[in-house]
Each structure stands twice: as C-alpha cells, then as structure tokens.
C-alpha cells in the first residue's frame, strides 16, 4: 500500500505537493487541516478563537491518525504545526515522510495572499514566521527534506523529485514488482530505476539521459553516447568495446544499457559480439524501449544508412523496467510506445475486455497522464510482446506478425521523414481502416487522433519513388512481399505477393 506523509512550514506547498502527487499516483490525498474544518464545520481561525490552539491540535492528531489508519493508497499533506508534538513525529517516523524545506523568504513569499487563514501570522507576520521557523525547524530537521523546483510541476519535475523521495525514505518498497519468465525475465517496478543502476557493473547511456539522472551514475563505470539514431553507427560500436576494453570487462560482468531502443540496441550489439558474448541486461527509459525495443533479444546497428542491418540474436540477461522513468521523455515518444504496445494488443488478444482496456490506458496517458496507468499499460503491452518472442525466439514465423503496419509504415517514414511509431500508426490505419470489426474500429480512431497532423499522408498518391521503398524493405524475401493483416483481433495472417506482380 502506499503512504507517504508531508510535513513543512505554513506556505511550503504541502497540499499543493501533496495533490498532484496523489493525482500522479492515484491515490487519495489528505489534508489534515482540511480534515479538521470538515469535521467540524468551523474554518481554523474559528477554531484557534473559539476553543484555543490545544484544541485545533487535538483535533489535528485525531486527523493524523485517520490517515495513518486508512486502508487506501494515500498522500497525507500534514497541518505545520504536527511536528511540534512527540507522539506525531513519532507516528511520522514510521512512515514515509519528507520535510518541504523552504526559507523564511520564500514562505512570506507564498503566505502574503492567504494570512488571514493563518491564525498564527496574525499581526506582524514576518516576524512572527520566523519564532515559528525558529521553533520548528530543528523538529522538521528529523525527516529527510526535499526542495521543491518550481511553483509549477512538470511530468518531468514530478518524476526526479520522486526518486529523490524513494532515495530519502521508504516510500520506493511500497511499490509492487511484477516478475515475468520468458526467454528471458523482465521485472517491472516504479522506483527502481536508480537502485538498478547503482548496482550495476558498466553502464552505456546517451547524453540526455545521462545528463536528468546524472544522480543514478556512479564515478567512471559509464560511457555516454550521442542522443537518437546517431548512436547506433560503426563508431559508436567501436568506442563501447573499446571502453569494454580499457576497463578489462570480463566475460561474466555484466553491461546494462541504460537509455531508449537505441542504447539498448547497440548496447546489447557491442556486449554480444565483444570477447564473443558477454553478459548485458537492460535498463530501457523510453515507453518504446520498454515495451518493445529492449524485449526479445534482437540487437544492431546502422550500417551505409540502412537501419538495422548489422546485428545478432542475443538475450539479456534480464530487463528491468521502471514505468516512472519514461515521464521525463517527450510527449511524441510516448506516443510512439502507445502505438507498439496497441499494435501487439492486437495480434495478441481476441478478449474484448483486455483490448478495451489497453485502449482505456492509452487513452488515460495521452490526456491525463499518471504512473498507474503507465504501470498498467506497461505490464499488459511486456507480456504481449514477450508471448510472441518466446514463442519464436529467433523470428522464423510467429515474431513475423509484429511487423503489422511495418511495410507500409517504413514507407511512409523514409518518404515524408515521419517518426517511427507514426508512421506505422499510418500503416496500420492503411491495412486495417476499411474493417468492420469494432475493436478494430476503435483502434483505428485512436491510431487517427495520433497521427492527426499526418493524416493526408495517406491520401498522397503512391509514387514510383515509394513503390520502390516498399518492394526494398528488408522484411521482404527475395522475390515476394509479405503483409501483416488483421482477420479479427488475435487473429492475424501474413499476405504474400510476388514483386514481380507489384511492379
Ligand atoms: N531491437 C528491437 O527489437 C527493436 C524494436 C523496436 C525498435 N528498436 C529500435 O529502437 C530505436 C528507437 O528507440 P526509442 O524510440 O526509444 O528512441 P531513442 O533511443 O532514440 O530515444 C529517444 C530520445 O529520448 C531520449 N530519452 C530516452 N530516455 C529518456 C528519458 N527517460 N527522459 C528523457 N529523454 C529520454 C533519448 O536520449 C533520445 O534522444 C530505433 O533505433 C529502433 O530501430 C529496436
Ligand atoms: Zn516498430
């Protein structure tokens, strides 16, 4: 279950903190001043005049112990004084709990709007402030602290200051871990991200990455590569095995590729090919990573511009996925691993609920994202993928139908420089629009929102220029394309046509 309690100075930003957290993580959240004025009906002022601070305060542990009771996933924002009595920091000292630290500048700054629901502050507020920061402070000092980094959140700030607080307290072991055997395993847990990477023995990551989480690295055990697609050239390959060199990596170490499909792709190249394969894991930081690029074994390289040519089949020894992580990518990215995780929905499912429900949680974090939805998404979209590769590890037939809008998709990504998950968001809606199956249908309105800007793309008319894309992608055999179609949900089938009939 998860608790976590916030204590800080009247003005650091305990319920606003406290709200968006619990929005975040679908939980409650809990105000305990709020508590006591709905209990009683009066506004504190009313209270502190009518009956007196020690009555506010008993009121206020009575509130305390309510959230402390409650059997729900929970976000407590804590009245500022609850500190000042023993039995309350003791109860808090069981918990997570985290202090908002902020100066007596910073808090006049924030209170100057609201004094008159500050019975304390009442008359020379500055001065009075600072008895109360004087008097409270060493007692908020009991629990680790936090800054906040700006008055409004972001998805990315929201993230970075969770791991603070999983790195400060307990809070991180609330979470579940969910543990699933294939080919290889894939363990999925919020939070844990950090703890994976202090752990591990050499890290290949990318500037980005490197640069928001700079805190999860320890000294000199990494090597940072160039953001995106630049990342997988011949060089790059050359300089992560000679940092495998340099540091005398053995066999048995292990290299974690810490970053999005690109990192975990060269990342598992490099490892598979140096001293004739050594042992790498995974962990993946983009949506697409997660739910596809860092699952199943198949790593490479870009060779003469032609993406993924040069590669091998080899299998992590486990990828450990962290659905916090991928909030500080952009919104374009997490798009890009909705339409793959909806895509393998598809070819795996014909349980209505299952793809309703998939459909439901893209829906949820594409509006109003929050790490319960992402969670969720995440471990419904591994296992999909993951029964398709255990399946058939070494893509000889079943692994084939993940390329489900891949044709026409490649197409429309080298033509008219569309991202990857869009245009095969593109090329499904080309194979599957016409269906009358409802799911189908859904999906499809769902693949058209996303793809909204580039919708026309569709209409443009097929050229020579792509006719020639289309008959050279590298899924093709030698004489015949082949197509991924949809009879139904869960039920798909491979189209082949000879080229020569295409020409
Ligand atoms: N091996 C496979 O089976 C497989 C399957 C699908 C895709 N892929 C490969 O995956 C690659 C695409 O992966 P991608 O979409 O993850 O792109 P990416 O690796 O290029 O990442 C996208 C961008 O996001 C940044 N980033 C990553 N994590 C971040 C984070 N947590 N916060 C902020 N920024 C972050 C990266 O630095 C990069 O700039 C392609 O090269 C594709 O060929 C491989
Ligand atoms: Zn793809």
Redesign the pocket.
């Known amino acids: 279950m998860i608790k976590l309690f916030i204590v800080g100075m009247p003005g650091a930003g305990k319920s606003y903190l406290g709200k968006i957290l619990a929005e975040f993580l679908n939980c409650i959240h809990m105000d305990t001043d709020e508590m006591v004025e709905k209990r009683t009906g009066q506004s504190i002022p009313t209270i502190f005049k009518k009956h007196g601070e020690s009555h506010f305060r008993k009121l206020e542990e009575e509130a305390l112990w309510e959230c402390v009771s409650i059997k729900k996933d929970m976000i407590c924002s804590t009245g500022g004084g609850i500190v000042e009595k023993d039995e309350n920091r003791a109860v808090l000292q069981k918990f997570p709990t985290i202090y908002i630290k902020k100066t007596v500048d910073e808090l006049l700054k924030n209170l100057r709007s609201d004094q008159d629901n500050r019975p304390l502050l009442k008359g020379n507020s500055a001065d009075k402030l600072e008895q109360l920061f004087l008097r409270r402070q060493s007692l908020f000092e009991t629990f680790p602290s936090i800054k906040i980094p700006k008055e409004i959140l972001e998805f ?1 700030d929201i ?1 970075c200051l969770l791991y603070e607080i999983a790195e400060k307290t307990t809070f991180g072991h609330q979470m579940q871990e969910k543990r699933i055997e294939g080919i290889h395993p894939v363990e999925i847990k919020p939070l844990m991200a950090k703890k994976q990477l202090q752990d591990s023995e050499y890290v290949i990551t ?4 490197h640069a ?2 700079t805190s999860f690295f320890k000294e000199d055990n990494y090597l940072v590569l160039p ?3 630049l ?2 050239s011949r060089d790059n390959l050359y300089k992560v095995w000679q940092f495998l060199i340099n540091k005398a990596v053995s066999r048995e170490e292990v290299i974690t590729g810490f ?7 060269i990342t ?1 190249f490099a490892s598979s090919t140096f001293k004739r394969g050594t042992v790498f894991d995974f962990v ?6 997660q739910i ?9 390289i ?1 060779v003469e511009g032609i ?2 040519v040069c ?1 091998t089949f080899a299998f992590p020894k486990c990828v450990y996925i962290d659905p916090l ?6 919104k374009s ?1 997490i798009e ?2 909705l339409i ?1 995780g909806l895509k393998v929905a598809l070819l795996v499912h014909e349980d209505v609920d299952i793809l309703d429900s998939q459909l439901k949680l893209a829906k949820i974090i594409l509006e109003k994202p929050n790490l319960h939805a992402m969670n969720r998404f995440i471990q419904q979209a591994v296992q999909d993928k993951m029964k398709i590769v255990n399946s058939d590890p070494f893509e000889k037939s079943g692994r084939k139908f993940l390329n489900l809008g891949h044709s026409y998709g490649h197409v429309y990504e080298s033509t008219f420089n569309i991202p ?2 869009k245009a095969v968001a593109l090329g499904m809606l080309k194979m599957l629009r016409e269906k009358t199956d409802p799911i189908i249908k859904d999906y499809c309105v769902f693949f058209e929102r996303i793809v909204k800007k580039q919708l026309d793309t569709l209409n443009t008319h097929w050229n020579d220029d792509m006719q020639k894309r289309l008959l050279n992608d590298k899924k093709n055999t030698k004489d015949h394309i082949v197509f991924i179609d949809l009879e139904t949900p869960g039920k798909p089938f491979k189209v082949v046509v000879k080229k020569s009939d295409m020409q």
């Open positions: 990315k993230t990318s500037e980005t990455v928001i989480y953001d995106g697609e990342s997988k970053g999005g499909g690109t990192i975990t792709d598992g993946p930081t983009t949506l697409l990573a596809d690029a860092a699952l199943g074994g198949k790593n490479a870009n993406k993924n590669g992580i991928v909030f500080s990518t952009e990215e890009n691993g793959e990857h998950g």
